[in-house]
């Protein structure tokens, strides 16, 4: 069954970086876009952008450009998710999540999604 | 802010029917497919609606989905007391600023 399976808990200082992986199983990794959706405490969802596991290509929410990278070792079924530059307001449950259809071009929904991960930002 | 604006709360007693409204504009739902996601207390969003009125497989046909033109709505029907969450709606925005899928800010469904 697809699984997707995120790192853990996160503390960091502002101004510091913080990777979050997601191990996929169960499906064939590089056949579908990787999306990384956050929320903040008592908010709702924020795209922060994708990746394409097939050729590593991204695209990101105009928010986060400059301040994230999106990566992926297809060896191990893996992607990342880099925020650098943290501030208070990055303090969020991180989820990646896959895309519904496989080898699409474009955004078709997630249809399956990791535990999530609390990345907390705190001096 | 969201791009997406829907109300923030309704609610409904048990076997009733409820929609939920999503707003937009011509650069995302006006143009793009509409999809809803369910999200339970401390657990991630779950894909209830996909292509405006598609449902996932498991998802049961209680739920479903329409567009009209810069807006859409997610109906729920015979509602239980397990359908209380978070509901969100979701586009693809082609805006000039920068192409992104964008959310409604969410709306919390009570059973009453």
């Known amino acids: 069954q697809v699984q997707l399976v995120q790192s853990g808990a996160e503390v960091k200082k502002p101004g510091a970086s913080v990777k979050v992986s997601c191990k996929a199983s169960?499906?064939?990794?590089?056949?579908?876009?990787m999306h990384w959706v956050r929320q903040a405490p008592g908010q709702g969802l924020e795209w922060m952008g994708w990746?394409?596991?097939?050729?590593?290509?991204?695209n990101y929410a105009q928010k986060f450009q400059g301040r994230v990278t999106m990566t992926r070792d297809t060896s191990i079924s893996t992607a990342y998710m880099e925020l650098s530059r943290l501030r208070s307001d990055d303090t969020a449950v991180y989820y990646c999540?896959?895309?519904?259809?496989?080898?699409?071009?474009?955004?078709?929904?997630?249809?399956?999604w990791g535990q999530g991960t609390l990345v907390t930002v705190s001096s | 802010q969201s791009v997406l604006t829907q109300p923030p709360s309704a609610s409904g007693t048990p076997g009733q029917r409820v929609t939920i409204s999503c707003s937009g504009s011509?650069?995302?739902?006006?143009?793009?497919?509409v999809y809803w996601y369910q999200q339970l207390p401390g657990t991630a969003p779950k894909l209830l609606i996909y292509?405006?009125?598609q449902r996932p497989s498991g998802v049961p046909d209680r739920f479903s989905g329409s567009k009209s033109g810069t807006s859409a709505s997610l109906a729920i029907s015979g509602l239980r007391s397990e359908d209380e969450a978070d509901y969100y709606c979701?586009?693809?925005?082609?805006?000039?600023?920068?192409?992104?899928?964008?959310f409604g800010g969410g709306t919390k469904l009570t059973v009453l």
């Open positions: 990746i394409n596991p097939n050729s590593g290509g991204t």
């Open positions: 979701a586009a693809w925005d082609d805006s000039l600023s920068g192409p992104a899928v964008v």
């Open positions: 292509r405006n009125n």
């Open positions: 999540a896959r895309d519904l259809v496989p080898y699409s071009s474009g955004y078709y929904g997630e249809d399956y």
């Open positions: 011509s650069s995302n739902i006006g143009s793009n497919y």
């Open positions: 169960g499906y064939t990794f590089t056949g579908y876009y």
